[in-house]
């Protein structure tokens, strides 16, 4: 019965519109985009144990771990109305974490090319690194994390239009777009924070 449901055309048709409502979810600063995250995730995750994607059925079984700590955190705020929850990580701290990610890229493609990836391990690695770095950094709220999203959606729009698959890029350049949008209305939700536009309480209520 779970082949059947991972197979079913629906299944999938499912899991891009939970998919979509996450990215415009949370490009919205609402809480709800951690359900949707969680619902997309699931659905991938009987769609990929049909198609005997080990390596995709882990991942996403990782992403819904995510989806719980991302709404677990995005229900914690700020007791100083002068601090925006939305922010960007210092400088310091972008430079610091680099290694770190290099050496997840290098582990990937030294240890697990046969489970993980085929064709090109090097950009296989990078995206699966950078995107589960990009969704620590929606889970904290920081800003530059839709930076990272305008990329790698950029980069599966290409993928994607170069293997034929055009509706598939369709979606990943639709994204790259809700991302765009992401970046801006995050930054003018930290702007109205720091303004003091909104009381603390009324912030709160608003990114639900």
């Not at 530059?144 to 993928?159: G, K, P, Q, V």
Request: glycine content about 4%; charged content about 10%; hydrophobic content about 50%.
């Amino acid at each position: 019965m779970l082949i059947e449901i991972a197979t079913h055309p629906a299944t999938e048709s499912l899991a891009i519109i939970a998919f979509v409502f996450y990215v415009t979810l949370a490009a919205r600063g609402s809480i709800w985009c951690w359900a949707s995250g969680f619902l997309t995730s699931f659905l991938y995750t009987f769609i990929f144990l049909g198609a005997h994607v080990t390596s995709q059925l882990f991942l996403n079984i990782l992403y819904m771990l995510m989806s719980v700590w991302g709404w677990y955190n995005w229900t914690l705020s700020t007791s100083d109305s002068q601090i925006s929850i939305y922010q960007f990580s210092t400088i310091k701290q972008q430079i610091a974490v680099l290694p770190l990610l290099l050496l997840a890229i290098a582990i990937l493609m030294v240890l697990l090319p046969s489970i993980f990836f085929n064709v090109n391990p090097l950009l296989d690695a990078s995206i699966t690194v950078f995107s589960v770095y990009a969704t620590i950094l929606t889970i904290y709220r920081r800003i530059e994390s839709w930076i990272y999203w305008i990329a790698l959606n950029s980069c599966n729009t290409y993928l994607f239009s170069q293997g034929e698959l055009s509706q598939t890029a369709f979606l990943y350049l639709s994204m790259t777009l809700i991302s765009a949008y992401g970046f801006f209305n995050w930054r003018k939700l930290q702007r109205r924070d720091v303004g003091g536009i909104l009381p603390d309480r009324d912030r709160r209520l608003c990114n639900r």
